[in-house]
């Protein structure tokens, strides 16, 4: 009987590695057998955390896959739902919530808007969960049971940096988030985990909340899908720094498989060539209303140029990348963990069945 396997998983940012996936070599090796996930991150993979820690979303989120709310910030399943799948293992429960759990197979430590170093904004003024990557660390320290570790998490560092600090401040601040990444991932090596799948951050320039707001702007302030240039920029640099350190982590964790994925690549190539894969124009919300001077977000209701209008869903979601102006529609997630699962946007280039075997140092 093949022995279980722990798997890791976080997502962050990263440049571009394309490859057809699956290498020759890897390609021999035996898939792994997990027999759990345990992920962190943010409202990317959140299955409800913060949902039971405060208020949990209204409907039409959930509506398309789950058919009622499911603690997702998204009409259907997320990308950690579709690794789940890919491996055989059941949707993961929120740690956060004690009713109707099951933590047979993983546990989700994930929470909407947790950062990676600690907040100092608080939930009901800005959206910042209290659940920072730390505090998710040591509640999977008092959860423990070792098996698999997912993560995705960056991009609210990286928002926050956008909207608190200088462009140089951006850049500076970048060395003390991955600096605090890296060492949540060595104290979960030293309590048991051995494989990491690490997600990158996305292209927070592209967000859609982000780009309808934009009127009249100068000369290269938006790239040429247009998103905001110099947003992407700060999550590029923020990417190849995470980059540098998981290589030379791999060398101190020797025994150890760190795989780096390239979700940045992934979302910007579905951006940039959204309706020659089926979608519409890419920075159409389906669920919310935003612009310049006004936010009707999902599921509320509002005023628009003098109009109360309700956030209802849009009645064409499986052609629409983004859900709710943040987070991706289960059209658009179902087409990203497709992209990355085999390997193709991995560093070492191994699909996530067979992440678990370690491969050294590479770039």
Request: charged residues 15%; glycine residues 10%; hydrophobic residues 35%.
């Amino acid at each position: 009987m093949m022995e279980s396997t722990i798997l890791v998983l976080w997502c962050l940012i990263s440049s571009p590695m394309i490859t057809n996936g699956d290498d020759d070599m890897t390609k021999f090796l035996p898939p792994c057998n997990y027999s759990a996930i345990y992920n962190f991150g943010d409202s990317n993979s959140d299955t409800g955390g913060i949902a039971a820690a405060f208020y949990p979303p209204a409907s039409p989120s959930g509506n398309t896959y789950f058919r009622r709310p499911a603690g997702r910030a998204s009409d259907g399943r997320l990308i950690i739902d579709f690794i789940a799948e890919n491996l055989g293992l059941q949707y993961l429960s929120p740690y956060l919530d004690s009713i109707g759990s099951n933590f047979a197979q993983g546990a989700n430590f994930a929470t909407g808007g947790a950062t990676i170093l600690r907040p100092k904004e608080s939930w009901f003024e800005n959206g910042v969960s209290p659940f920072p990557l730390e505090i998710q660390v040591e509640h999977f320290t008092q959860f423990k049971d070792r098996t698999s570790y997912f993560y995705n998490q960056g991009q609210n560092d990286v928002a926050l940096g956008i909207q608190t600090l200088s462009y140089q401040q951006q850049q500076a601040a970048i060395a003390k988030i991955v600096s605090q990444f890296i060492s949540q991932v060595r104290i979960l090596y030293q309590r048991g985990a051995r494989a990491f799948w690490i997600h990158n951050t996305g292209p927070i320039g592209c967000l859609p909340v982000t780009c309808v707001k934009v009127k009249d702007p100068i000369a290269g302030y938006l790239d040429e899908n247009g998103c905001v240039k110099s947003q992407n920029e700060i999550a590029l640099q923020f990417n190849n720094h995470l980059k540098g350190e998981i290589v030379k982590l791999r060398g101190e964790l020797s025994d150890a498989a760190l795989i780096y994925v390239d979700m940045y690549a992934a979302k910007y190539e579905l951006i940039s060539n959204a309706k020659n894969q089926g979608f519409k124009q890419a920075f159409e919300i389906c669920c919310g209303y935003h612009g310049i001077g006004y936010d009707v977000w999902c599921g509320n209701k509002g005023n628009v140029n003098g109009s109360e209008v309700h956030a209802g869903s849009c009645p064409n979601v499986t052609s629409v990348i983004s859900w709710d102006g943040v987070h991706y529609s289960e059209a658009a997630n179902q087409w990203i963990a497709t992209h990355i699962l085999n390997g193709s946007l991995s560093d070492p280039p191994v699909g996530i069945a067979r992440a678990c075997h370690n491969r050294g140092p590479s770039l």
